[in-house]
């Protein structure tokens, strides 16, 4: 049966679907500069018709509200969102070491270089000149000191990202512990409506944890999971499996999934960025100025040791001898025996300790190779390419993710993202149907009012 | 594709900062005249740079010590000079007493007194060392004993100062090669001496051909110093042209080019000028603006 009772019903369905159509338009713009929010539709759908003969529909019915979201993009968005993280934490921490070795401004461990085995030549060229020799001295500490100083500041470093590490791993536990608990709540709430709002948050903070490590979602049949990139379990069924700390016997920090040391397969991120600072080129530019410190002492001990100081004094070592390359660069030192007395500094190869021949050779080592590698001056040469044309590449890549970034949050934009213009048409869309079933209702309102009016003879 | 509002500024912000990136480049180019600021902004010339550096360096020291070595060199042809003048007025003085023209005693005294002139020649010094001490420089090249004996106390070292990498010259002349080689000169004038006061011209003879020789020993010495003097001389001129060279391929490798530098930086804030322009018109036109 259809009558005026009907018609009013389903106006009334319309007016109260296209109210809920304008407050999910509402919450659209209101939440148009939301991180991470991802745009909701209402979805609609026709009522069931009634009716034997004549079969008349009633209306229109709200089944639900629905987010855009492409789950697909999300996640390679949180991957990239790791390698930009990654790519920008290695350019910064190249950065600093390149602060380190720049020549640029005539200053830097080259000029140092220069001018002690430039104090030797001078020396030369009158070998008991006590200025000339305390020179030498002068020389000699200038550079010690800017070697030991550079090779403090390597292993400040280390420490400082092996810190940073810990404070990761710190974060990253929190936004683990959310995830796990939004995830919960998700489960709860999913018992009976999409809860769009609560996996908004949650892709949000995955994103944020995906600036940490990359991470992995799985969510089938209703049993969510996260995961590193390697598969270890950060979140299962609502339960956060939080990453923990150790101590390698080297007093380094570890990241440990339970019991397992999972630092070197961490992937992505500020964390794996880090950890490959710490471990792979802090490591790579100590072993660098280690050898060129060793080198160095080695090659100067062995001429001044056979050579003779004015008082025909013989054996003694420029600089104090370092055992092995590791640690070199901390501790290169002058002899105290020669920066208490210079004239101890051997300048002649005869024992009757007259001549210059040993202060030419000692100036002479700014040219001599050491076998299989360089000079020292064509080591430091190598070091300034390497950590120039490194820090250069972390540059180049940190600028690549940025722009696939930026690409990557457009195209989630264009599936989630809320546009004021679409809204706005979809506000004249909801607007008109309200009028169009408020003009309806009044319709029926009238012609109630004329059937009424029928009976009283009027 | 499908449009959203936050796309436009994203967008604008990652032009406008990479924009700004450019222009803040070219900027620090202009403002140190270096277009390498640090390694990574070109590592293999970086690379290169420290090379030049060094050598340019080490070349300043060569270079030092070529202008070292000329001093040295000059001085001693300096005092070799006094002594062949001192040698003319001896020889003069020992054909005059063969002549019989002068008074022997008179002759004698002066010659006494030149040669000790001619010892503190030998013992000249330069910035506080011997210069004809061999390389045993820090004490007095020849030393006159209380009898008059006059004896070398320095060695045989030739002193050479690196000059090139592989190269080094001589900057002293040992003392025992000019005064005391195959004519020990202060011998000589002791024996001289005796044989004018004894009157034997035949003696005096044998002196004056010594002294003959010993003046063309100095000759020959002074002809070597020249011969070193040159070749320090074409050390330094060479060191002072390779220097050049290193000057012209360094600011190759570091200075910027101004010119390019500036058009750069023209070019980038045209650039920001033009995506501030249209930053600033993203979002103005909405559907809002027709609606009542």
Redesign the interface.
């Known amino acids: 049966m259809s009558g005026l009772g009907a018609a009013l019903n389903t106006a009334l369905r319309a007016l109260q679907a296209n109210q809920i159509g304008l407050t999910v338009v509402s919450n659209n713009i209101a939440n148009v500069n939301t991180p991470g929010y991802s745009r909701q539709r209402v979805l609609m759908q026709e009522s069931p018709g009634i009716g034997d003969s004549i079969r008349v529909g009633t209306g229109v019915e709200v089944i639900g509200t629905e987010a855009l979201r492409d789950q697909i993009v999300e996640r390679r968005l949180w991957n990239e969102t790791s390698a930009k993280a990654g790519s920008d934490m290695t350019q910064q921490s190249l950065s600093d070491i390149e602060g380190l070795f720049n020549e640029a401004g005539n200053t830097g461990l080259l000029p140092l270089i220069s001018n002690f085995y430039n104090s030797f030549q001078h020396l030369s060229t009158n070998p008991t000149s006590p200025e000339l020799r305390q020179q030498v001295v002068s020389t000699a500490q200038s550079l010690t000191h800017y070697i030991n100083t550079r090779a403090n500041d390597l292993r400040d470093m280390k420490t400082a990202t092996d810190h940073a590490i810990q404070d990761d791993v710190a974060r990253a536990n929190v936004l683990i512990n959310q995830i796990a608990d939004i995830s919960q709540r998700i489960q709860e709430v999913e018992i009976q409506t999409p809860a769009n709002d609560l996996r908004d948050q949650r892709t949000l903070l995955i994103k944020k944890l995906s600036e940490i490590m990359t991470v992995r979602e799985m969510d089938t049949n209703g049993t969510y999971q996260l995961t590193t990139g390697n598969n270890r379990p950060l979140v299962v069924a609502g339960a956060a499996v939080p990453l923990k700390i150790g101590t390698t016997s080297d007093g380094m920090t570890m990241v440990m999934s339970g019991t397992t040391d999972v630092t070197s397969e961490i992937t992505g991120g500020t964390l794996a960025a880090r950890v490959a600072f710490r471990d792979q080129s802090i490591p790579q530019y100590q072993q660098q100025l280690d050898q060129i410190a060793y080198d160095m002492a080695n090659q100067v001990n062995q001429v001044h040791a056979v050579s003779y100081d004015p008082d025909g004094n013989t054996g003694v070592n420029f600089f104090t001898p370092i055992a092995s390359t590791e640690g070199a660069a901390l501790s290169l030192q002058l002899n105290s025996a020669i920066a208490a007395d210079p004239r101890k500094i051997a300048a002649a190869d005869q024992a009757s300790g007259d001549g210059n021949e040993a202060a030419i050779a000692l100036g002479n080592l700014v040219n001599a190779a050491n076998p299989p590698r360089g000079t020292v001056i064509e080591q430091y040469r190598s070091l300034v390419f390497q950590i120039g044309s490194e820090t250069a590449s972390a540059r180049t890549n940190s600028e690549e993710h940025a722009s696939m970034l930026t690409q990557l949050e457009n195209l989630r934009s264009s599936i989630s993202g809320v546009s004021i213009n679409e809204e706005t048409t979809n506000i004249i869309q909801f607007q008109r149907a309200f009028q169009a079933s408020a003009r309806i209702i009044s319709i029926v309102d009238e012609l109630l009012q004329t059937t009424l009016a029928m009976g009283t003879g009027a | ?7 436009g500024y ?2 604008l912000l ?1 032009d406008i900062q ?1 924009i700004a990136e450019r222009m803040q480049a070219s900027q620090t180019q202009i403002s140190s005249g ?1 277009k ?9 010339a ?2 290169d ?3 030049v ?2 050598e340019r ?2 070349s ?3 270079l ?2 070529a202008g ?1 070595a000329i001093s040295r060199l000059q001085i001693a042809d300096n005092a070799l000079d006094g002594v062949q003048q001192v040698i003319d007025r001896i020889r003069t003085l020992a054909l005059m007493a063969q002549n019989g023209t002068s008074s022997p005693s008179l002759s004698v005294e002066e010659i006494s007194g030149l040669r000790d002139q001619l010892l503190s020649y030998a013992n000249t010094e330069f ?3 011997y210069m004809f001490a ?5 004490s007095a090249a020849f030393e006159k004993a209380s009898n008059g004996t006059i004896t070398y106390s320095g ?1 045989s ?1 030739e ?4 000059v090139g ?1 592989a190269s ?1 010259l001589q ?1 002293q002349i040992p003392g025992d090669q000019v005064f005391s080689g195959s004519v020990d000169i202060f011998q000589t004038l002791t024996d001289l001496m005796a044989a004018m006061s004894s009157g034997s011209t035949s003696a005096i003879q044998t002196q004056v051909t010594k002294l003959e020789q010993f003046s063309q020993n100095v000759s020959s010495t002074r002809t070597k110093l020249g011969g070193l003097m040159n070749g320090a001389t074409a050390a330094q001129n060479e060191l002072t042209q390779a220097d050049l060279t290193l000057v012209a391929h360094l600011s190759k490798l ?1 200075d910027a080019d101004l010119a390019q530098a500036l058009s750069e930086f023209t070019q980038s804030q045209n650039a920001l000028q033009a995506a501030t322009a249209v930053g600033a018109r993203v ?1 103005s036109i ?3 603006d027709y ?1 009542k």
């Open positions: 594709m499908r449009i959203a509002d936050d796309s994203r967008n990652l990479r270096k390498l600021t640090k390694p990574s902004d070109d590592p293999s970086a690379a740079i420290v090379n550096d060094s360096a080490t300043a020291q060569y030092d010590n070292t910035e506080g060392q061999g390389s045993n420089t820090d060695n070292d002193v050479r100062l690196q990498k080094t900057s570091q979002g909405s559907i809002l609606l």
